[in-house]
């Protein structure tokens, strides 16, 4: 007889990395629907603009900690525990968040959520590197790197109809995804036991000091955040300036559904591509993109062709997405990954503070088509950064 059991774990007879990105799918879809909503559920609380703003900030700063005070739990861990605990958490966070009437109840929720969320990317970016093959990691950060940008494309347009009924449904309906989440993962009955450290340093500001002393790190952290500080422009100022055009909110929900397509067709090539014939290439041809198409929209009059010559961008963005975190884990020696990856991840945060910050002071004293010139400016230097990156091909890996 074929039960629903039976049928979920053909599903699952499939390779790890298969299993994992369509995990992170899942996931990710449950976050895509929740991140829609999230500001306004803030302001929900607050009823201000500058408070959401306090209180976002404070939660990327509670991210940048944990992710270094976390580092001997995850070296002494089981990263698939970690994993599935985390999933655990966050989904009955989401059902909580449905009833929580509180400020101080919900701060303190918020910062519990943010915690096991830096402890959700760190144990599955790992999960996925543990389950790689040396000459694959790229190719196989490209086929997880394709699966997340499909639930990011899906996510919104899904939270965008069951808004109409509340951010409430929304919630329960990130609950509900993230449920299938836990039942998948655990049903992929991975572990990690093989990637524990009994040994390991507890002491924040040393952790913190040992990550940045490498030049190699130092410089993969500021790859890594380049990516997230051009996001930050596209999600957050591309909106506004679309809607200052005066062509209508909905384009803006177009914009950012075409600006995830390239990145679905091609991350995978392009990852695929910089394991064979190594990152360097990879790495400035990606930003040397991006700060063209930059610098293109400036002189640009046209609001539909500036969007597309932004959408175009985004292919610039699937050579960086997969290929950052990858060449991460290449540079690293020994059984450092579960020491540093953590604090690693942390580049997304500073990096996308910073470009908020920096756009909004020059938007103070400048029209707003000088940001397209700063942030081609701010890739270009990225793109000039690569040029220092070491020289690792992965193919040529045993």
């Avoid at 055009?245 to 695929?272: C, H, S």
């Amino acid at each position: 007889m074929i039960t629903p059991n039976f049928l979920f774990r053909k599903i699952f007879a499939v390779d790890s990395i298969l299993k994992l990105s369509f995990i992170g799918l899942i996931t990710s879809l449950a976050f895509a629907m929740f991140d829609t909503v999230w500001a306004l559920y803030i302001d929900s609380f607050v009823g201000s603009a500058v408070i959401v703003g306090f209180i976002a900030a404070f939660l990327t700063l509670v991210s940048f900690v944990s992710n270094f005070l976390l580092i001997p739990l995850v070296e002494k861990s089981d990263k698939a525990k970690l994993y599935s605990f985390s999933l655990f958490v966050i989904f009955v966070s989401f059902i909580i968040f449905v009833f929580v009437k509180s400020v101080v109840v919900f701060i303190l929720l918020s910062t519990l959520f943010t915690v096991f969320n830096a402890l959700r990317i760190t144990s599955y970016g790992l999960i996925v590197k543990d389950n790689s093959e040396k000459r694959k990691l790229s190719r196989n950060e490209g086929v997880v790197y394709t699966f997340l940008n499909i639930s990011w494309v899906v996510g919104p347009l899904v939270a965008g109809f069951l808004l109409f009924y509340g951010f409430y449904f929304v919630f329960l309906a990130s609950a509900f995804v993230m449920f299938l989440a836990m039942v998948g993962f655990h049903l992929t009955a991975m572990s990690d036991l093989n990637n524990i450290r009994s040994r390991t340093d507890n002491n924040f500001f040393k952790n913190f000091k040992q990550f940045f002393r490498s030049k190699d790190r130092v410089l993969a952290y500021i790859l890594r955040g380049g990516q997230q500080f051009w996001w930050s422009f596209i999600y957050i100022f591309m909106p506004l300036y679309i809607i200052d055009q005066g062509i209508g909110v909905r384009w803006v929900g177009y914009f950012l559904f075409a600006i995830a397509v390239p990145l679905i067709l091609t991350e995978y090539y392009f990852a695929k591509s910089a394991g064979e014939h190594g990152f360097r290439k990879i790495f400035v041809s990606g930003f040397g993109l991006i700060s063209l198409c930059a610098f293109a929209s400036f002189f640009v009059g046209n609001i539909f062709i500036v969007m597309a010559i932004l959408v175009f961008a985004s292919f610039g963005v699937a050579m960086l997405e997969p290929v950052t975190e990858a060449y991460f884990f290449d540079i690293l020696r020994g059984k450092q990954d579960s020491h540093f990856y953590g604090p690693f991840n942390t580049s997304l945060y500073v990096s996308g503070l910073l470009a908020r910050l920096m756009a909004a002071v020059i938007l103070i004293f400048l029209p707003f088509e000088y940001l397209f010139v700063f942030f081609g400016l701010v890739m270009l230097g990225f793109g000039l950064m690569s040029l220092k990156t070491k020289k690792v091909i992965e193919s040529r890996r045993g």
